[in-house]
């Protein structure tokens, strides 16, 4: 028969159709990396007899939440509930569900995956966590995923504004409590229940308020006094935790 037919008989005309609709609906940020990893874990799947185990179900987890990035609110909401599916699935004599030590570990390891100060990681992951044998619900799976996501984004934008700030790795205290001020305000007061508001402070944080800040703050600088990056990241995602909404 023709090539068309043979495709369609062997199975694969449906096998790419399905590896389309995943991409479409994940919308990862490298697609080309995604359908070589689909495929890959496809196989895998095949061959398994018996559900994964722990590790392998944790990987493919976090292989998900860091398909698409949380701005992309339908992708990422897909995404986090097929990781949900993932880690649900424990084996044939577990209930279906995700207990809150597979979720805590998930969060771990997203945080790792970014260079957020490990004080900042560690009472994030306190505000959001649940016990380790209680059946996590999936809007509180996904606030949590969603807020270690942005913890790791609000890193990367308090790293680049304190590239602003100086060179190497110090800066001039006075322009680095000037810049946290602002960037405490433009944070605004009380909880957020969108982790991704937040995010909106780097864009309200705008070129005039930050030169004002600065300026300010060379008119009464002392010649000497420094702070370092790691402090200045410290202090920047502290303000962020402490806009957190705890899951208890």
């Given at each position: 028969?023709?090539?068309?037919?043979?495709?369609?008989?062997?199975?694969?005309?449906?096998?790419?159709?399905?590896?389309?609709?995943k991409v479409l609906e994940a919308r990862p940020a490298e697609p080309v990396s995604f359908l070589a990893e689909y495929f890959e874990r496809l196989v895998l799947a095949e061959a398994?007899?018996?559900?994964?185990?722990?590790?392998?179900?944790?990987?493919?987890?976090?292989?998900?939440?860091?398909?698409?990035?949380?701005?992309?609110?339908?992708?990422?909401?897909?995404?986090?509930?097929?990781?949900?599916?993932?880690?649900?699935?424990?084996?044939?004599?577990?209930?279906?569900?995700?207990?809150?030590?597979?979720?805590?570990?998930?969060?771990?390891?997203?945080?790792?995956?970014?260079?957020?100060?490990?004080?900042?990681?560690?009472?994030?992951?306190?505000?959001?966590?649940?016990?380790?044998?209680?059946?996590?619900?999936?809007?509180?799976?996904?606030?949590?995923?969603?807020?270690?996501?942005?913890?790791?984004?609000?890193?990367?934008?308090?790293?680049?504004?304190?590239?602003?700030?100086?060179?190497g790795d110090s800066a001039d205290t006075r322009l680095c409590q000037a810049v946290l001020r602002a960037l405490e305000d433009a944070l605004g007061a009380g909880h957020g229940s969108?982790?991704?508001?937040?995010?909106?402070?780097?864009?309200?944080?705008?070129?005039?308020?930050?030169?004002?800040?600065?300026?300010?703050?060379?008119?009464?600088?002392?010649?000497?006094?420094?702070?370092?990056?790691?402090?200045?990241?410290?202090?920047?995602?502290?303000?962020?935790?402490?806009?957190?909404?705890?899951?208890?």
């Amino acid at each position: 028969g023709s090539a068309a037919e043979f495709l369609l008989r062997a199975g694969v005309t449906a096998m790419v159709r399905e590896a389309l609709l995943k991409v479409l609906e994940a919308r990862p940020a490298e697609p080309v990396s995604f359908l070589a990893e689909y495929f890959e874990r496809l196989v895998l799947a095949e061959a398994a007899a018996e559900p994964p185990g722990p590790p392998q179900r944790l990987a493919r987890a976090l292989w998900y939440v860091c398909l698409a990035h949380h701005s992309h609110r339908t992708a990422f909401d897909s995404n986090a509930g097929a990781a949900y599916e993932v880690l649900g699935c424990g084996g044939r004599r577990r209930a279906a569900g995700v207990d809150g030590r597979l979720y805590s570990e998930l969060l771990r390891r997203i945080c790792q995956r970014g260079a957020a100060p490990a004080e900042a990681a560690a009472e994030l992951l306190r505000r959001v966590r649940c016990r380790d044998h209680e059946a996590v619900p999936f809007d509180v799976f996904r606030y949590g995923v969603l807020t270690c996501c942005v913890l790791l984004e609000f890193a990367a934008k308090a790293d680049a504004l304190f590239a602003v700030l100086g060179a190497g790795d110090s800066a001039d205290t006075r322009l680095c409590q000037a810049v946290l001020r602002a960037l405490e305000d433009a944070l605004g007061a009380g909880h957020g229940s969108r982790p991704g508001r937040y995010l909106e402070a780097g864009s309200r944080l705008g070129p005039d308020r930050l030169a004002l800040a600065m300026d300010q703050a060379l008119q009464e600088r002392k010649l000497g006094s420094s702070m370092s990056r790691e402090e200045f990241l410290r202090r920047a995602t502290a303000l962020f935790i402490a806009k957190v909404k705890p899951v208890e």
